[in-house]
């Protein structure tokens, strides 16, 4: 559905809170995370605020994957619509793992004691159809990373908007994610005591110090998706959907993705990532990023004057890594 795509320039490895940059959602993930224009779910608060607009019921998400290295990552999500007034969101994401030793040159086995590393996004959310077809969206949240005496604290911004053709089910959006100033650590372990002159003897040499440590930018994402509904009727709805993605962290990429859903009930999805991601200057590290393909199905139920639950599964290849899967449950009150 996107032919073009700028060329940029790399920066990898230049941004702070990387976890931002993990993607949410089984359903939306096994779409190769071409979701910025489909967005009609709780997970509409990660890939495009605007798209909670559209949601008549509140709802609920919830979205777990064990990542790499004995990591989990999590996020919670609910979104309550107002009506006319608009809609408002609450999602939580976070990355936890198990204590690990402090090791030292002299104490190459650890010393004793443990560290924790943690990472946490909280944000609030609001959107609102301008029209009847064309809405905007709004997040405003806490970025956190900490690391044993260290934590690093920003506030950040994402806003998008979504637009419901009148042409068979074409829908547009455009979203600009964690929008804010630059983070840097920050604790007990850049304090010191100073010697200001080692060569004079009898002057204080435990004056307070601060080491200053260098800021980063958040991973700064540009999303603009297309997605069409090819069939869409009691029995069978087939979606398609593609994302042009322009980070500050890395190259200009596409993903695409398609899902099929019979009668309301069951899901497949496939998906495609970081295509086109041709400019890397690695060529092997190019063709991995390059190949991330992804699957997934969900099975949706509509309890008897209860609520309507959906349960996703996601499998996302990362080739001579791992396959890392990911589980969903979403609940429409």
């Known amino acids: 559905m996107l032919s073009t795509l700028l060329v940029g320039q790399s920066n990898v490895g230049t941004t702070a809170a990387s976890f931002l940059d993990i993607g949410i959602g089984a ?14 779910d709780a997970t509409a608060l990660y890939w495009n605020p605007a798209g909670i607009a559209n949601i008549q019921r509140p709802a609920t998400h919830f ?3 064990p990542w790499f290295v004995g990591i989990d990552f999590t996020h919670s999500a609910a979104v309550i619509p107002m009506g006319r007034a608009g809609a408002i969101g609450l999602s939580i994401t976070s990355i936890s793992m198990d204590e ?54 920003i506030i950040a911004t994402d806003i998008g908007c979504l637009f419901v053709t009148k042409n068979k089910g074409i829908r547009i959006g455009m979203s600009i994610s964690n929008f804010g100033n630059k983070m840097k ?5 850049t304090e010191r005591d100073f010697d200001i002159d080692e060569t004079i003897f009898g002057n204080n040499d435990k004056l307070d110090s601060h080491l200053d440590t260098q800021g980063w930018l958040l991973p700064l994402i540009f999303r603009f998706g297309v997605s069409r509904e090819i069939i869409d009727n ?35 999805r496939a ?21 991330q393909f992804t699957i997934g199905i969900g099975v949706n139920y509509k309890i008897p004057r209860g609520p309507r639950i959906q349960i996703d599964y996601v499998l996302r290849d990362f080739g001579v890594i791992q396959n890392i899967g ?5 609940i429409s009150f």
């Open 185 to 189: 650590l920050d604790g007990y372990d």
């Open 271 to 291: 998906g495609q990532s970081y295509i086109f991601l041709e400019e890397h200057e690695d060529k092997d590290k190019r063709e991995e990023l390059s190949n």
């Open 27 to 40: 359903r939306s993930l096994s779409m190769g995370g071409a979701f910025t224009a489909v967005a009609n």
């Open 234 to 268: 009691k029995m069978h709805k087939l979606t398609l959907a593609s994302d042009a993605i322009h980070p500050n962290n890395n190259y200009e990429y596409i993903n695409l993705g398609v899902e099929y859903t019979f009668m309301g009930i069951g899901s497949v």
């Open 63 to 65: 979205y777990y994957t």
């Open 100 to 153: 690990m030793k402090v090791r030292t040159i002299q104490a190459p086995e650890g010393t004793g004691e443990l560290f924790e590393v943690s990472n946490l996004a909280l944000a609030t959310s609001y959107a609102k159809k301008l029209t009847d077809r064309f809405s905007f969206g709004l997040n405003i949240k806490l970025v956190q990373e900490k690391i044993w005496h260290m934590n690093a604290n």
């Open 326 to 330: 990911g589980y969903s449950m979403n």
